[in-house]
């Protein structure tokens, strides 16, 4: 069966500092890989994505997310992470499986 | 242009009724998914719809079903509502059949009491 694992329920950062947030997924096809972002308030929103292709992919706002294949991961980062950035954030696979979610907190 | 849009916003039910849930896709997209996301957790897939019917169904019972109309827009009905399906009712579309990028409304606060 499909599953999303993102590893940590709740990460608090203080501005500049680096973000990797882990994602790992169990899925025995062609996967398509998304990474949502909910800002307090507003709704789900698509940071990148990945469908084939170059496993290093650019989203908004300066994020990124690397496609490893043998480690079944897709794990998101931002070199420097701003109070902006503070939301929730849902590792997708396909549009039917998504993680339980990370909540970012970044302390100005 | 408008986004996915969801009525009502809010919603108060009482345990055994049934509830309809609304959703107009973003301009141009024909395709309709629904999630269901209790406090805490990620979205969980309902069902899709494409071109008017069930296309796949995620882990839900019969008690949740759907419509989609000639227009793309689609509705979300529940019956029988117990406690437990108090929860934000999330609703994406997207263009043709699979699992292409969605864009997500506000959703629709139920609460069952």
């Known amino acids: 069966a499909q599953s999303v694992s993102q590893h940590n329920h709740h990460v608090i950062l203080s501005e500049a500092a680096s973000l990797e947030l882990g994602c790992n997924y169990s899925?025995?096809?062609?996967?398509?890989l998304f990474w949502y972002v909910q800002y307090p308030g507003q709704h789900l929103q698509l940071l990148l994505k990945?469908?084939?292709?170059?496993?290093l992919v650019k989203g908004i706002k300066g994020f990124e997310a690397e496609f490893i294949k043998s480690k079944f991961s897709f794990n998101l980062r931002k070199p420097s992470v701003q109070w902006s950035d503070t939301a929730e954030y849902f590792c997708?696979?396909?549009?039917?499986?998504f993680g339980a979610g990370t909540r970012l907190t970044v302390k100005p | 242009d408008a986004g996915v849009t969801q009525s009502p916003t809010h919603l108060i039910k009482t345990r055994g009724q049934q509830v309809t849930l609304r959703c107009s896709p973003k301009?141009?997209?024909?395709?309709v998914s629904w999630y269901q996301q209790a406090l805490g957790q990620g979205p969980q897939f309902i069902f899709q719809?494409?071109?008017?019917?069930?296309?796949q169904r995620g882990n839900f019972p019969d008690r949740f079903s759907g419509h989609q109309f000639p227009n793309y827009s689609s509705e979300l009905n529940v019956n029988a509502l117990l406690l437990g399906d108090s929860a934000l009712y999330l609703c994406?579309?997207?263009?043709?059949?699979?699992?292409?990028?969605?864009?997500f409304g506000q959703g629709t606060r139920l609460t069952v009491v």
């Open positions: 301009s141009g997209h024909d395709t």
């Open positions: 994406a579309s997207s263009t043709g059949q699979g699992g292409r990028e969605a864009f």
């Open positions: 719809y494409y071109e008017e019917e069930e296309r």
């Open positions: 899925y025995g096809g062609t996967v398509n």
């Open positions: 997708a696979v396909t549009y039917m499986r």
């Open positions: 990945y469908f084939s292709g170059d496993p």
